[in-house]
């Protein structure tokens, strides 16, 4: 296969910006866990510590007291602490986005890039995997080249919406006030759904996003929609997609042509590429699609042969 790879001074400098993305995406776990806030509150003369939540639900920790007032310190300075980690390594991310860009270090779609920081943001990125051609970017990333232009080429990002975690995405949902739409809409406004087709939603320049899930099994819902929302996406059944739904997770820091980074979760390589000439070989595939479908597989095998042998031993399910 034709491999392009992307030179020492961009690897190293992806090195170096993933590490940092990454020490990003921990210190932000970090600050989660001491967000709403804590305050004295006086109740017929006595100071009780009220901690609050981001939704201004509030609980007493109990009256003022040596060991309330170290809660109360340690809250504080742990919150500071946090926040300004975040504060200091979001700086050193925007500035190795320009580094990035000034070198070339990365080329996958800022359309697909943004939707992924969306799917951070909402805390919703657990629900959903990239199982399309978008993959290969993970893919490539990880083992430092790029891929042929025909292997990538592709207008829509295939999202496989993990049915056994429905309660938890329609909670999340919930608390947001919001739908997949709208959410979507945040990134390009001009995404609406098709008529007839409600599981793709397109923006105006062409670009689509389908939501898919596993063929129905027990206590599956169907049909199934991402929330309780008029207009969302009504989700397709995929099939063969339990084989992706149960696959090894693969994830990599994905750059864009702008050089914003985000975390892109796939599944494991050789997972895609078996699924790929599983595709390949049904009977009524568009011959035009199988051709891909077998250059895919072949490319991504290739791959892990040749960059990335840490996962040529891949866990059962994914052979």
Known sequence: MDFHDIGDDARRQYIDARATFEALEAAET???GVRGGMYWKTVNGVD????TSTRNAQKSLGARSPETEAIHNSFVQRKEAAQHRVKDLGEAVARHQRMNRALFVGRTPTIVVDILDMLKRADISEHFTVVGTHALYAYETAAGVRLRSAAVATRDVDLLWDTRKRFRLATQLKRLDSSMLA?????????SLIDDQRYTAVNSKGFEVDILRREVQEQDPHPAQLSEAADDFWVVQARNAEQLVSAPR??????????HMARMNTVHPLAFARFKRWLAHRPDRDPLKSGRDTLQAETVEELVRDYLPQLANAPRDAT
Not at 48 to 51: K, S
Not at 183 to 191: G, I, M, S, Y
Not at 251 to 257: F, L, R, T
């Open 48 to 51: 009780y510590l009220i901690r």
């Open 250 to 259: 693969f994830s990599a820091v994905v750059v864009g042509a702008t050089g």
């Open 30 to 32: 970090q600050a989660a």
């Open 183 to 191: 959410l979507l809409r945040k990134v390009d406004k001009t995404f």
